[in-house]
């Protein structure tokens, strides 16, 4: 398993799964972005809290100013590149999906889709000082356990990581609409709505832009510019995102052979699928069962 690129920081605490012997929980205090100018896809849920600094943020395909404290959350293998103006603070969080899957959590903490895995949203979530402090507090929590062997440690890092991400996906959730305001400056037409309904309903048959474009009765370029205009990705990225998203949650979680994967979600080609899995995620769906490591939930 690849560890997180180097980076400047003032502290790093990292706790290795005892049976596996590899990165299970991660916190790095953060003086700049040094190690996160490169292209960032890791095997781990990363959030990134920047207290002090401004800069630009690259998730995916799309690119997001940052001009205040915020945090920002990266699923796995996701790919994100962040460029800083003058100096930075705040800490860098990873967690393996081994020790926390927000897939079999997502009824006590529903931050699947809201945090992680959405591809209409931005990553971004804004704070404000108040905020900024209690996101703090935990993660001085978490730093303070992490430096003693104490009992049942494992359990309260997972309970602070739970209460962390509760605050963030309530915050969110209260943010949406007021961040989705703001980067349309008007309410998302109707039709997009309809096709984020239409994606969620036919990714694993519907591949094409023009597919989706006939669905709706809609021309493909008109369609695709909707998208453009107010998701900031082409409407073939958004489909891709979609079935790499399920096909990353088959590969964690269930010991599907990639073949049977592969045609659940449309492909009557095994090889091709994973020649399009590798280009959205730049490893091969091997390579990620492997390195994510994934439980038999069957």
């Not at 609409?177 to 309410?187: G, I, L, M, W, Y």
């Not at 994606?199 to 519907?206: A, G, N, P, S, V």
Request: hydrophobic residues 40%; negative net charge.
């Amino acid at each position: 398993m690849n560890a997180p690129s180097a980076m400047t920081t003032q502290t790093i605490f990292s706790l290795v799964h005892p049976q596996t012997g590899k990165l299970a929980f991660q916190i790095a205090a953060l003086e700049d972005t040094a190690g996160l100018e490169q292209v960032q896809r890791l095997p781990y849920y990363s959030i990134l809290l920047v207290t002090e600094g401004a800069g630009k943020v690259q998730a995916d395909f799309s690119a997001y100013e940052l001009t205040q404290p915020a945090m920002l959350f990266f699923s796995l293998y996701q790919p994100h590149q962040i460029s800083n103006q003058g100096s930075w603070k705040g800490w860098m969080l990873h967690f393996h999906p081994d020790f926390f899957c927000i897939h079999k959590h997502q009824k006590e903490i529903a931050c699947n889709g809201v945090l992680f895995n959405n591809i209409y949203q931005t990553p971004l979530l804004l704070l404000d000082t108040g905020e900024v402090t209690v996101f703090s507090q935990l993660i001085e929590q978490m730093q303070a356990e992490m430096q003693q062997s104490e009992l049942a440690q494992y359990e309260l890092l997972v309970s602070y990581l739970k209460i962390l991400l509760i605050n963030a996906t309530r915050l969110k959730v209260q943010q949406q609409p007021e961040a989705r305001q703001a980067v349309t400056d008007r309410k998302e037409p109707f039709i997009l709505q309809t096709l984020k309904d239409a994606i969620e309903q036919h990714y694993r048959q519907l591949h094409s832009a023009s597919s989706y474009a006939d669905l709706l009765n809609i021309s493909t370029k008109a369609l695709a510019k909707l998208s453009k205009v107010h998701f900031n990705k082409t409407l073939t990225d958004l489909i891709s995102e979609r079935i790499v998203i399920e096909a990353k949650r088959e590969l964690y979680l269930t010991s599907k052979p990639v073949k049977s994967i592969a045609y659940e979600l449309g492909f009557s080609d095994e090889y091709y699928f994973s020649r399009f899995f590798k280009n959205n995620a730049e490893v091969s769906p091997q390579q990620f069962r492997e390195n994510v490591g994934f439980t038999k939930a069957e």
